[in-house]
T-cell receptor, first 112, second 113 residues
C-alpha cells in the first residue's frame, strides 16, 4: 500500500541535543510538509517542500530545519531542542498544492 | 489571518444518536475545506474535501456540507468505532498559502455503546 512512513515513532532526546526525524513516502507526491502538534492542540505547519523548493512559515523558529534529498524522503532537524519542543511531529504529502494532504503516523518527541 | 473554530469541543453520544459537528471559518479566499479524523497517538486521516458552497460529500455514516462561512459534519447513527477527534482545516488561495492547512482545535467525539 502506498503510504507515508515516519521514523522513529517515539524519540527521546536531551535538552540541547540535536535530533533528526525522518519521513518517507511511496505516493510519489510533489509536496511534503512538516507539522507540529502539541497535546490537545491543532497541528501547526512548520514548513513544506514543493518539489525541491523550500517554504518556511514565518513563525517557525530558526531551531527547526529541514532537508529533502530526493522525492521520497524528507527530514526534520531540531538543532537544540528545548522543553517546549516536546510534541508530536507529523509529516504529510500531497500530489500538488491545493490537494488533500495525507499524514504519516507521527513521531512523538520527548525532551528531558 | 485564516481562522477555524470548531464546536463543540467535546461531544458524547449514545450509539445510534445522530448529531452534527460545526466548523466556522474565515479565510481570504477559500481554495478548499478539509475534514480529518484523528485517533489518539496517530496522524490525521483524510475524510473529505469541499471546494464550494453547497457542496456535499458522504462516506458511510458521515456527511460533510459547506456554506460560505461554515461546514458541518453530520454523523448518522454513530457507532463506538466512530469515536475520535474530528479536525476541520481550510486552505487559502495563493501560491504558498495554497499549501498551508489551517486547522481548528477539533471536536472530540465519544460514542457510547
Amino acid at each position: 500500500d502506498a503510504m507515508v512512513i515516519q521514523n522513529p515513532r517515539y524519540q527521546v532526546t536531551q535538552f540541547g541535543k540535536p535530533v533528526t526525524l525522518s519521513c518517507s513516502q511511496t505516493l510519489n507526491h510533489n509536496v511534503m510538509y512538516w507539522y507540529q502538534q502539541k497535546s490537545s492542540q491543532a497541528p501547526k505547519l512548520l514548513f513544506h517542500y514543493y518539489d525541491k523548493d523550500f517554504n518556511n512559515e514565518a513563525d517557525t523558529p530558526d531551531n527547526f530545519q529541514s532537508r529533502r534529498p530526493n522525492t521520497s524522503f524528507c527530514f526534520l532537524d531540531i538543532r537544540s531542542p528545548g522543553l517546549g519542543d516536546a510534541a508530536m511531529y507529523l509529516c504529510a504529502t500531497s500530489r500538488d498544492r491545493g490537494f488533500e494532504q495525507y499524514f504519516g503516523p507521527g513521531t512523538r518527541l520527548t525532551v528531558t | 489571518e485564516d481562522q477555524v473554530t470548531q464546536s463543540p469541543e467535546a461531544l458524547r453520544l449514545q450509539e445510534g444518536e445522530s448529531s452534527s459537528l460545526n466548523c466556522s471559518y474565515t479565510v481570504s479566499g477559500l481554495r478548499g475545506l478539509f475534514w480529518y479524523r484523528q485517533d489518539p497517538g496517530k496522524g490525521p486521516e483524510f475524510l473529505f474535501t469541499l471546494y464550494s458552497a453547497g457542496e456535499e460529500k458522504e462516506k458511510e455514516r458521515l456527511k460533510a456540507t459547506l456554506t460560505k462561512k461554515e461546514s458541518f459534519l453530520h454523523i448518522t447513527a454513530p457507532k463506538p468505532e466512530d469515536s475520535a477527534t474530528y479536525l476541520c482545516a481550510v486552505q487559502a488561495v495563493g501560491e504558498t498559502s495554497g499549501s498551508r492547512l489551517t486547522f481548528g482545535e477539533g471536536t472530540q467525539l465519544t460514542v457510547n455503546p
